[in-house]
């Protein structure tokens, strides 16, 4: 079964540019989320998705960041303009969105870092 | 404070020695608990999740203790291939899906 595809890998930008990163969940998850990895940090959630729909945006900082998911599968982030904290890892998971909610794995896929200089 | 607080660590120990992380978290309506590894620029992946009774996978066990908000892991007869950050993780509040990630614990398994 293929995984949770993520393009570009890698990003080097200058601040102010803008950016966009790529995600494609696995065949049949309803649900995708985006997280932030700081360095030394663990991932914190940006936005959650089920199917088409945003189900939580809360921490995603829309001065600056976009995402959406038009067709309920793959998902766009977009950051614009990028400030030099915006440094990190963007990852990108899905889960079934289906059956027992507390115990549902996030699949991730390999992220985009960016560098923000 | 945090909601989920790990020991940052490094733990460096050696080949077949016993280790163990705990992971405390702040909101007592948390109802999913888990640990996740990650690998040196890999993306996380669960390892095992957490019930209240304890679980044992292999060389792993999980442990959960509610009336603590205390999670702990424990490995057994370490292998080098153990070396990763381990990361604690638990549902957010309000969120059965979302879930809040500590910062890691990292484990250095030396020869």
């Known amino acids: 079964e293929a995984g949770v595809a993520q393009s570009p890998r890698y990003k080097i930008i200058e601040k102010r540019q803008s950016v966009a990163f790529w995600c494609n969940p696995i065949?049949?998850?309803?649900?995708l989320y985006w997280y932030q990895q700081i360095l030394g940090q663990g991932p914190k959630l940006l936005i959650q998705?089920?199917?088409?729909?945003?189900?939580?945006d809360s921490q995603l900082p829309k001065d600056r960041f976009s995402a959406e998911r038009l067709k309920g599968v793959d998902s766009t982030l977009k950051i614009q303009p990028a400030k030099l904290e915006d440094s990190a890892v963007y990852l990108c998971a899905s889960s079934l969105g289906a059956g027992d909610p507390y115990q549902e794995t996030q699949y991730f896929g390999p992220g985009t870092r960016l560098l923000v200089l | 404070r945090k909601e989920v607080e790990q020991d940052p660590g490094p733990f460096n120990v050696p080949e077949g020695a016993t280790v163990a992380f705990n992971c405390t978290y702040s909101n007592s309506a948390s109802q999913s608990f888990f640990w996740y590894r990650q690998d040196c620029r890999k993306e996380p992946k669960l390892l095992m999740s957490?019930?209240?009774s304890g679980n044992e996978d292999g060389r792993f066990t999980a442990q959960l203790n509610r009336a603590s908000q205390y999670i702990s892991l424990l490995i057994r007869d370490s292998k080098l291939s153990d070396s990763a950050t381990y990361l604690c993780?638990?549902?957010?509040?309000?969120?059965?899906?979302?879930?809040?990630f500590g910062s890691g614990t990292q484990l250095t398994v030396l020869p």
């Open positions: 993780v638990v549902n957010s509040p309000g969120s059965a899906r979302q879930l809040t």
């Open positions: 065949s049949g998850h309803a649900t």
């Open positions: 998705f089920q199917n088409n729909g945003v189900v939580d």
């Open positions: 957490v019930y209240s």
